[in-house]
C-alpha cells in the first residue's frame, strides 16, 4: 500500500509541476486503478494532456510512465521502474553524463589486464 501512495503522490507532483494557469480547471478524463494483492494497475489522463500508466508486483517494484506538455510547449515524456535498486527515469530530455575521457579508458583497461597480485 505505500508503493501505491508514493505512485498517487508521484502523479499529483507532475500534475502539478505540469500545470499553468489555463490548466487549473483541466479534469480527469478517465482514471483506472486495480489494485490487487498480488499488484496494481493505474491509469490517468486528464483534459490538459497529463497522461500516466504504472504498474506494480507484490515485491515492490514499479514501471510506469508519464507525460504531458511543459508551459513552454515541449512534449514531455518520462518512463521509469522503480525497484530494490531505486528509481531509474529514462527520456530524452534528462540529463546525461559527459562521455568517459580516452585516457581514463585506457587505465581501466590496463588495471582489467594487468590485475594487481593478491597478498597471501
Same mark, same amino acid.
Given at each position: 500500500?505505500?508503493?501505491?501512495?508514493?505512485?498517487?503522490?508521484?502523479?499529483?507532483?507532475?500534475?502539478?509541476a505540469?500545470?499553468?494557469?489555463?490548466?487549473?480547471?483541466?479534469?480527469?478524463?478517465?482514471?483506472?486503478?486495480?489494485?490487487r494483492?498480488d499488484?496494481f494497475?493505474?491509469?490517468?489522463?486528464?483534459?490538459n !494532456?497529463? @497522461?500516466e *500508466?504504472? $504498474?506494480?508486483?507484490?515485491?515492490g517494484?514499479?514501471?510506469?510512465?508519464?507525460?504531458?506538455?511543459? +508551459?513552454? !510547449?515541449? @512534449?514531455? *515524456?518520462? $518512463?521509469?521502474?522503480a525497484d530494490?535498486?531505486?528509481?531509474?527515469?529514462a527520456?530524452?530530455?534528462? +540529463?546525461?553524463?559527459?562521455?568517459?575521457?580516452?585516457?581514463?579508458?585506457?587505465?581501466?583497461?590496463?588495471?582489467?589486464?594487468?590485475?594487481?597480485?593478491?597478498?597471501?
Amino acid at each position: 500500500m505505500i508503493k501505491f501512495s508514493s505512485q498517487l503522490v508521484l502523479a499529483l507532483f507532475v500534475a502539478f509541476a505540469a500545470a499553468n494557469d489555463s490548466d487549473v480547471h483541466a479534469e480527469i478524463k478517465s482514471l483506472k486503478s486495480d489494485v490487487r494483492p498480488d499488484g496494481f494497475d493505474i491509469a490517468l489522463e486528464t483534459s490538459n !494532456g497529463i @497522461h500516466e *500508466q504504472a $504498474s506494480g508486483d507484490v515485491h515492490g517494484n514499479i514501471h510506469g510512465s508519464y507525460e504531458y506538455v511543459s +508551459p513552454e !510547449g515541449e @512534449h514531455v *515524456q518520462v $518512463s521509469y521502474t522503480a525497484d530494490e535498486t531505486g528509481y531509474h527515469p529514462a527520456s530524452e530530455l534528462l +540529463p546525461t553524463p559527459p562521455p568517459i575521457p580516452e585516457a581514463i579508458l585506457k587505465a581501466i583497461e590496463y588495471i582489467k589486464a594487468h590485475p594487481p597480485k593478491e597478498d597471501h
